[in-house]
């Protein structure tokens, strides 16, 4: 299994480019999330999907966009990037456990730099 | 409004010490993860545990839930275990498993 993979690694835009972030997972996890990791500051949740075709916003979403169209496929869209949107971006999947405990799987992470 | 608390925010140590990372949580925290996050970046899960205590080799996590405080241990420590460590709570009755992140701990083990 290839777990969570992210596309691309890297990625330079300017300003006002639009761009999209794909994760893939092969576990068959229900849960899907999108990251921002900044330097200083704890991972924080963009959007989520808790099954295909439904997403729901996180803690920072605005500015960015998602669709979850296959249960293994989350993307996360920029429509028009602006520098503030320089980050590493993380995606993760999740199942459920039992008693309210998910255990989240990470990707390799995408750092994207808008100039 | 549910937090997450790690300290120190930095730790140096030498080779074969005992280290320990803590982590605050406020009420409506149900369950304690422990990450490890590579220099290079990936993010791994060490731990999941909402009571008792977790060993997993030179690895321990521990959880008062009382106290809302959770510890990492690393026993003998190596500087293979230079990374940051990050802890996350899950929010009590929530159905999408959404974590709340503190802000990790930064270790460097020195030979």
């Known amino acids: 299994n290839a777990g969570v993979t992210q596309t691309p690694k890297f990625r330079v835009l300017k300003t006002g480019q639009s761009m999209t972030l794909l994760c893939a997972q092969d576990?068959?996890?229900?849960?899907m999330y999108w990251y921002r990791q900044d330097p200083g500051m704890g991972l924080r949740l963009i959007h989520y999907?808790?099954?295909?075709?439904?997403?729901a916003k996180g803690e920072v979403p605005d500015g960015y966009n998602v669709s979850r169209l296959k249960k293994q496929n989350f993307l996360l869209g920029l429509e028009s990037a602006a520098p503030s949107q320089t980050s590493v971006y993380f995606c993760a999947s999740s199942y459920s456990r039992g008693l309210g405990i998910y255990e989240q799987y990470f990707g390799p992470g995408t750092r994207l730099t808008v100039t | 409004k549910n937090e997450v608390e790690q300290s120190p925010q930095n730790l140096t140590a030498q080779e074969g010490e005992f280290i320990t990372i803590n982590c605050s949580y406020s009420?409506?925290?149900?369950?304690l993860h422990w990450l490890q996050q590579h220099p290079g970046g990936g993010i791994v899960s060490l731990f999941m545990l909402s009571s008792g205590k977790k060993k997993h080799g030179r690895l321990i996590a521990t959880i008062n839930i009382q106290e809302k405080h959770s510890s990492l241990h690393i026993t003998a420590s190596h500087p293979r275990d230079s990374a940051v460590y990050i802890c996350?709570?899950?929010?009590?009755?929530?159905?999408?498993?959404?974590?709340?992140f503190g802000k990790g701990t930064k270790l460097s083990v020195k030979p």
């Open positions: 996350a709570g899950m929010n009590y009755g929530g159905s999408q498993g959404n974590l709340i």
């Open positions: 009420v409506g925290i149900s369950a």
């Open positions: 576990m068959n996890h229900e849960y």
């Open positions: 999907s808790v099954g295909e075709g439904t997403t």
